[in-house]
């Protein structure tokens, strides 16, 4: 630290901070337009200007020293920026009174500020249109070149921070403007509509095109809340017209958040789902093979006397309730004490078996803990990256922002990966393995590490336990066997061991790629060996981490809407957690065994499962073979939908329950890095629909169990009081930043990383892995290997960014990728419309023909309802959790007439 004297008092700054993070960090403020504080300083706007000895200097770009002093404020600076203001204003259109930024724009606040005179070098007129062409056909951005300061904001934030560059400049001197490279349509440009270059715009030059005309930024009110995607956990703002009842615009800023003010496309524009005119407003009960409308209290009724009727006809395995990782946790808490209480069963699941069901088990087994063991924070000091069926920039895009900056810090980055995705592109070594050989190449890598003594035998040797069967397990599977299978390089084997192994630190990041097999678990139980065979886990940035793909994964699951556990992962078969949950919930505790979603759909194929309560799942959708899931689910006496759209499953339904989304109700999401963050009502929910919880207790009451809570903030405390993990947690701790579990009590900070000094389970547990091939290899008649996934601009499927016009003009169909080799062989051109099939059924998609994909395969999302990728996927499951194997199922392509 170093002292300097600003406006004659006296701070300390840190050596090599500029003055003007010096200042902000003292609570001092500077005028400034083109600084930003994610971005490198260019000094464009002058604004900042300040004296130093006397001498003019710009704050943005001069270094603090000891013995500086500093003035902010003179007549001097004062009549140099109000001289910059009005040259600025002589080039932009003032229309303060029909602009959406009035009263939140840097350049009419500096400008009252300091008296710029607008009209005292005239009024500039721009020869192009005020709306320049780039932006005139994409749905999602506006830019008005008569508002703009070229100020270098959005050109910058997309090159330094999205890695993205889609956004130059073009001209010189007065005539330079913000353009696309060759003018090219944003949306057809590489722009990722992640929003930043609105964010950052000082002015309202950038600015969303639906939001136009439908509120002042001044008017609006604005509510904090965690983003409703994927399970990075994302603060944001939701706008609100206050008259309309409307959602108008998404806002974030630097330092809300892990997300410091950045979002991906779908957490800024993917917001009209809240207020879509296909929202479900009224209680629906089939009648006559139709739907008609009904009121509360007799949809309830029904619903309760069905579901209580089978149970005590059939017994509680005839029931299932379905719970929702898109809901909240006291949401998740409530369903699964409705089935234990009011339902008799522990016939309770979520959607973590379709997805990450895996990682709990698999490192619970390894490690006691089955969840990310390190923050978002630490990954820009990872000095290796590990990534394995995993693609951050995609499915997780701010994490992918914080693992751009490791990489612009010098970290080494390994991708295995069987598609070359914008990180496997820029990888120090991509590994593009055979999909579903996983283990069969980490199996490797584990025992090159050994063999070349890379391993970190004092931590093995303290800190684990089983090390001797592991390692050998571990002889078979050479170097040269697996870069056979895998179809590698042995060269890359080699050096990724080597790499990862001798990082400090290195940390492993994983997602469904690693789940999404029959052999999941396992998978999972392999990277927790590799971790703890490099000592690569129980320290900052070093670790195992698997990102959730929703965004309450990481909550429903620690809440146990699950079969065999209660509440923070406790034994349901333990004598002392039994009679804990019976003292709280005053019955005694089903002893079922239970099932998870997999186990319902075949339990409802064969008359074992009869009645069935599914709150915002969508199984139809979810599950693989859908022709035979719709066949099954046909079959019950009685289903329930509670959901806020007509999705497919609810379709099928006998009752629909109309809920609330995340901006029309108050709880709390949990994110992957463990982070517990609030959720807040921005918006009242349409007709007379009702926050899942509400529905929840009147469902309970109905079947002889009454639930009464006055807020979901009485729901909270009481899953605290039995959550050990939460036990420290209520809603006033978590208000400003939440708190990551383990919390144990209300004097605990929160954990940042796992398994410092120890394992939850004691000691690491190394677990042999013998490699399992996929159930359906490729064949004479199917000779493909089919993966799915997911993509940049849509989520899940179907009933939220497919109601975004700006997503779906982004990506409007579904298509299938496809090596250039491949397409050559079949005679598929890109952009044909082809046919993809499997031995359960086949869709059509358009072809994208590249080398993103291995010969051997192909990939599709499952984003399209009119193209459900689960018609083709095969119904086959990890022994452990029931997950299916999405990744790999045998399929062919055929090109023709009529498809």
Same mark, same amino acid.
């Given at each position: 630290m170093i002292t300097v004297t600003i406006n004659g008092k006296k701070i300390q700054a840190k050596e090599g901070q500029t003055i003007m993070e010096a200042a902000v960090a003292n609570g001092i403020s500077i005028p400034h337009l083109c600084h930003e504080k994610r971005l490198a300083p260019v000094g464009a706007c002058r604004l900042c200007q300040v004296e130093v000895n006397r001498e003019p200097v710009l704050a943005c770009s001069t270094?603090?020293?000891?013995?500086l002093t500093i003035l902010t404020e003179s007549k001097e600076l004062t009549s140099r920026r109000r001289s910059v203001l009005e040259l600025l204003l002589s080039e932009h259109k003032v229309a303060c009174t029909t602009c959406d930024a009035d009263g939140d724009c840097k350049l009419q606040d500096y400008a009252y500020r300091y008296g710029a005179?607008?009209?005292?070098?005239? #009024?500039?007129?721009? @020869?192009?249109? +005020?709306?320049?062409?780039?932006?005139?056909?994409?749905?999602?951005i506006e830019h008005d070149s008569e508002k703009c300061i070229r100020c270098g904001r959005c050109v910058r934030y997309c090159r330094e921070v999205q890695g993205v560059t889609a956004l130059t400049f073009d001209g010189r001197g007065i005539e330079m403007k913000i353009n696309t490279a060759h003018g090219r349509d944003l949306h057809a440009s590489d722009c990722?509509?992640?929003?930043?270059?609105?964010? !950052?715009? +000082?002015?309202?030059?950038?600015?969303?095109?639906?939001?136009?005309?439908?509120?002042?930024k001044k008017d609006l009110v604005k509510t904090q809340t965690t983003c409703t995607y994927c399970g990075v956990g994302c603060q944001l703002e939701l706008n609100v017209n206050p008259k309309t009842n409307k959602v108008v615009r998404v806002t974030t800023r630097p330092g809300m958040g892990l997300n410091d003010g950045n979002l991906c496309g779908k957490g800024h524009f993917s917001y009209d789902f809240i207020s879509s005119p296909e929202r479900l407003t009224k209680p629906l009960i089939r009648a006559n093979g139709t739907f008609r409308q009904a009121t509360w209290e007799e949809a309830i009724s029904l619903s309760a006397k069905k579901l209580r009727k089978i149970r005590d006809n059939y017994g509680p395995q005839s029931i299932a309730f379905l719970s929702s990782c898109r809901c909240t946790n006291e949401e998740n808490y409530l369903m699964q004490k409705l089935a234990r209480t009011a339902g008799g069963t522990n016939n309770i699941d979520q959607c973590a078996t379709t997805c990450h069901a895996p990682t709990i088990a698999g490192l619970a087994s390894a490690f006691g803990s089955g969840a990310m063991t390190n923050s978002v924070a630490e990954i820009k000091d990872c000095k290796v990256l590990f990534i394995i069926g995993s693609n951050p920039t995609e499915a997780h895009p701010i994490v992918g922002l914080e693992m751009k900056k490791a990489m612009a810090r010098g970290a080494k980055l390994i991708v295995c990966d069987p598609r070359s995705t914008w990180m496997a592109e820029r990888a120090d070594i991509h590994i593009k393995h055979r999909p579903g050989s996983d283990n069969m190449l980490i199996n490797a890598l584990m025992n090159f590490i050994i063999k070349e003594k890379l391993h970190d035998e004092k931590f093995v040797q303290e800190r684990c336990e089983n090390f001797e069967a592991f390692a050998d397990n571990l002889k078979p599977y050479s170097i040269k066997r697996a870069a056979e299978y895998c179809g590698v390089s042995r060269e890359d084997i080699k050096d990724a061991a080597r790499i990862y192994s001798e990082g400090q630190p290195s940390a492993i990041f994983y997602t469904l790629g690693i789940t999404e097999h029959s052999c999941g678990t396992d998978n999972v139980k392999n990277l927790a060996n590799l971790a703890m065979l490099s000592g690569q886990i129980g320290k900052w940035a070093s670790g195992v981490n698997p990102l959730r793909g929703q965004n309450n994964v990481q909550g429903a699951c620690d809440m146990c809407a699950m079969p065999h556990r209660l509440p923070g992962y406790q034994k349901l078969n333990d004598p002392k957690v039994r009679e804990k949950f019976e003292k709280a919930w005053g019955v005694p505790l089903p002893t079922n065994e239970g099932g998870r979603v997999t186990h319902f759909i075949e339990g409802a194929g064969s008359g074992e499962l009869r009645g069935f309560y599914v709150m915002g799942e969508d199984p139809v959708m979810s599950e693989p073979n859908q022709s035979k899931v719709v066949k099954h689910l046909k079959q019950l006496d009685f289903l329930v939908c509670q959901e806020i759209f007509m999705s497919e499953t609810a379709k099928l339904a006998h009752v629909i329950l109309p809920g609330a989304c995340y901006a029309e109700k108050d709880g709390t999401f949990t994110a992957s890095e463990r982070r517990v963050q609030? &959720?807040?009502?921005? !918006? @009242?929910? +349409?007709? !007379?629909?009702?926050?899942?919880?509400?529905?929840?207790?009147? &469902?309970?009451t109905a079947m002889g169990y009454p639930m009464k809570y006055s807020n979901p903030s009485d729901i909270f405390n009481e899953m605290a009081s039995l959550n050990p993990s939460y036990a420290g947690m209520d809603y006033g701790r978590i208000e400003k930043n939440g708190l990551q579990w383990p919390c144990p009590d209300k004097d605990h900070c929160g954990t940042v990383f796992l398994h410092k000094g120890d394992f939850k389970r004691g000691k690491g547990l190394f677990q042999p892995i013998v490699f399992q091939p996929q159930k359906e290899e490729p064949d004479k008649k199917y000779p493909l290997i089919? #993966?799915?996934?997911r993509t940049l601009y849509h989520y899940n499927v179907g009933n939220m960014t497919r109601k975004s016009g700006i997503s779906n003009q982004k990506e409007k169909e579904c298509f299938v990728e496809i090596n250039s080799a491949t397409a050559d062989k079949h005679g598929i051109l890109d952009g044909n419309q082809i046919k993809v099939i499997t031995r359960r059924g086949s869709i059509s998609a358009v072809a994208k023909v590249s080398r993103r994909v291995r010969e051997d395969s192909i990939w599709m999302p499952f984003h399209f309802v009119e193209a459900s990728a689960n018609i083709l996927t095969n119904d086959v499951f990890d022994p452990v959790t029931a997950t299916a194997e999405y990744k790999c199922c045998a399929a062919r392509l055929e090109v023709g007439a009529g498809l």
């Open positions: 270094k603090v020293a000891s013995g005179d607008e009209f005292l070098f005239g #009024s500039y007129q721009r @020869k192009d249109e +005020p709306i320049l062409n780039y932006t005139s056909a994409n749905l999602g990722e509509l992640c929003g930043g270059c609105i964010r !950052v715009c +000082p002015t309202g030059a950038m600015r969303e095109k639906g939001a136009k005309g439908l509120g002042r609030r &959720i807040r009502k921005a !918006v @009242k929910a +349409p007709g !007379v629909s009702r926050a899942d919880w509400q529905i929840i207790c009147d &469902i309970s089919l #993966s799915t996934g």
